[in-house]
């Protein structure tokens, strides 16, 4: 099916100092151990002292699949079993997570770090970090990278570089650094090169930019609908500087972006027949692909259904021509996850991410039926030889060229001694106190302080005493017990406060104790918001209203719900439901310390 590709790896100038684990290229076994090559599946962490796991994991690996993706489970758990697969694979394989607020986020056992949004929060928003601003976040990536070798993850995806102009954005949000595309590619630049001096393969995320959308993809398709200047000057540049600061490996995103690429079939037949009115096959007309040659705005034919805009990861204008050509990025391209919904209406996704320019197609919904599918879509002569060749070139190279990747390194900085998880949870828990951002209101001790700018004004206002120990605790939206959206120990405020109920059972205290509602959303793949639920906000609002004490509204979660509780007179962003956050938050509370953190967003 695929003929060898070692004439070609070898004029390219390329040099494995590994086993490939390919035989030969030219019999169905090595073509099979390419494809798989390609795949980075997915690994639950919490299954791996499950029985027959390590079997179906150590099988892929004899298939020769690319990596996995950790969900979860325990730290030394994981490290031991992927450590365990490490050792059986001829080609090093890329263990990647999502641990853009630290390993312990996936790991029991590591350090949970505040959010993206939360960091940038604690540090300085001034045009260079600087002084303790800059030691800190120089400690924070070290924490990343040392727990992340620790754990066995050599692929860490991070950091977010999406810039969250759009507030109800339902999968971003908290997730990004900030609304400002100079303070996102500033962060952006700082992680890139911290982790890879850490030997670590880290990968930049959404490209073009997942910011300005209201649809979570992993239920439905967004479309990005901002002009190409738009895109430009606001999501493209923290890319641009992240590919300038070497950057080695890009994720990109299932969005469309139709000022890129507006590709799309109007009541056209999807298979070998008219696209915009053209004949595909072998005759040349307007917008058309002739012979597998793409002739100015071609739709890929079999990858697409009638009103669907081609998603950046299908897109070749998008994958390989802005990013590769005009961007001149060389390193690895790594599509989104491939079980996600906005890919469900796309015949032949994951060789059409190929045939658009990707090089890792990441967790698909079944890696042995997504290689199967490759190799149909290969009988069929819809995926190209060269697409795979080039693909799995490119992925030999990064595994080659980072140390944590290629166990016969002699400068491989993989050493599992030495991490000193107890002060990187005083690490963590010192930026989340820098983080608590007052809204709106003084002090909470009733001293003038320094408070939040909103839309370029400074906010001072009303102030009142919400000592927990002498305050109620009225709990709000995912995660009151009624309302569970997933485990989070609230101990640190239970404790705190005298008095807790839930919103649904609130009245106001006979004995006009001050009230603080502390509010709950998340930023969760398939949940379709990160903010409340119409009727949630309601009752809060309403609750608000009646209450003649002192009320205070904190959000551990997205700070854009609070722009709809400006009754309230003391306004507070956490920004995520942490246990760090919550400690931080009764001790300004208390008076021990003021919020210092500043708005990274406008609300």
């Not at 990596?67 to 890329?94: H, S, T």
């Not at 197609?361 to 009988?379: K, R, S």
């Not at 009230?515 to 793949?525: M, Y």
Request: aromatic share 6%; proline share 6%.
């Amino acid at each position: 099916m695929i003929g060898s590709i070692c004439d070609a790896m070898s004029g390219s100038g390329f040099d494995s100092t590994f086993d490939s684990g390919i035989d030969s290229m030219s019999d169905s076994g090595g073509a099979e151990k390419m494809l798989y090559q390609l795949v980075t599946a997915r690994l639950d962490g919490g299954r791996v002292g499950s029985a027959g796991y390590f079997q179906w994991a150590s099988a892929l690996v004899e298939k020769g699949i690319g990596g996995f993706i950790v969900f979860g489970g325990g730290l030394e758990e994981v490290w031991g079993f992927v450590d365990a697969l490490q050792g059986a694979a001829r080609v090093p394989l890329f263990i990647m997570s999502d641990v853009e607020r630290g390993v312990g986020w996936q790991l029991a056992g590591a350090t949970p770090l505040p959010c993206q949004m939360a960091l940038c929060a604690a540090l300085s928003l001034d045009n260079h970090l600087d002084g303790d601003d800059s030691a800190l976040l120089d400690a924070a990536l070290s924490a990343l990278a040392v727990e992340c070798i620790h754990a066995g993850i050599n692929m860490p995806l991070v950091p977010v570089l999406d810039v969250n102009s759009n507030p109800l954005n339902p999968i971003v949000c908290t997730r990004a650094f900030s609304d400002r595309p100079e303070v996102v590619a500033r962060f952006g630049v700082r992680y890139v090169r911290a982790l890879n001096a850490a030997g670590l393969l880290s990968c930049v995320k959404h490209f073009p930019g997942h910011g300005d959308t209201r649809t979570d993809s992993h239920i439905g398709l967004p479309v990005i609908a901002r002009s190409r200047g738009a895109l430009r000057s606001v999501d493209l540049p923290p890319f641009t500087a992240a590919i300038a600061a070497g950057a080695p490996a890009v994720m990109v995103a299932h969005i469309a972006v139709p000022a890129l690429d507006d590709t799309l079939v109007n009541d056209a037949p999807v298979n070998d027949a008219l696209v915009n009115d053209a004949l595909v096959n072998d005759t040349l007309v307007n917008d058309a692909l002739v012979n597998d040659t793409l002739v100015d705005d071609a739709l890929m034919v079999d990858t697409l259904v009638e009103g669907k805009i081609l998603p950046a990861t299908l897109s070749q204008k998008i994958t390989t021509g802005l990013l590769r050509r005009e961007l001149g990025f060389g390193g690895l391209i790594v599509t989104d996850a491939l079980n996600m919904g906005a890919l469900k209406d796309f015949r032949h996704a994951p060789a059409a991410c190929l045939k658009a320019g990707a090089d890792v197609l990441l967790h698909p919904q079944d890696a042995d039926e997504c290689v199967a599918g490759l190799a149909a879509a290969m009988e069929e002569k819809f995926l190209d030889r060269a697409d795979v060749e080039r693909a799995y070139k490119n992925i030999l190279k990064a595994k080659e060229k980072f140390s944590s990747l290629n166990p016969n390194s002699r400068n491989n900085p993989v050493r599992r001694d030495g991490v000193d998880f107890t002060a990187h949870a005083a690490l963590s828990l010192d930026l989340h106190r820098r983080s608590i951002t007052m809204v709106k209101g003084a002090s909470l001790n009733g001293a003038p302080e320094k408070g939040a700018f909103i839309n370029d004004e400074l906010i001072n206002g009303a102030s009142a005493p919400f000592n927990p120990a002498r305050a109620l605790l009225v709990l709000c939206g995912d995660y009151a017990p009624d309302k569970p959206r997933r485990e989070i120990d609230l101990s640190p405020l239970k404790d705190a406060f005298g008095v807790v109920v839930t919103l649904r059972d609130y009245s106001p205290p006979l004995d006009k104790k001050p009230v603080v509602f502390a509010v709950f959303t998340s930023v969760a793949a398939w949940r379709g918001t990160s903010g409340l639920d119409d009727a949630e906000a309601a009752r809060l609002r309403s609750a608000i209203s009646i209450t003649t004490a002192g009320t205070c509204v904190i959000s551990f979660g997205s700070p854009y719900v609070l722009a709809a509780f400006g009754g309230a007179d003391i306004l507070i962003a956490a920004y995520e439901p942490a246990a760090g956050a919550q400690r931080a938050v009764v001790e300004c509370l208390r008076g021990e310390r003021p919020p210092c953190g500043r708005l990274p967003v406008r609300i």
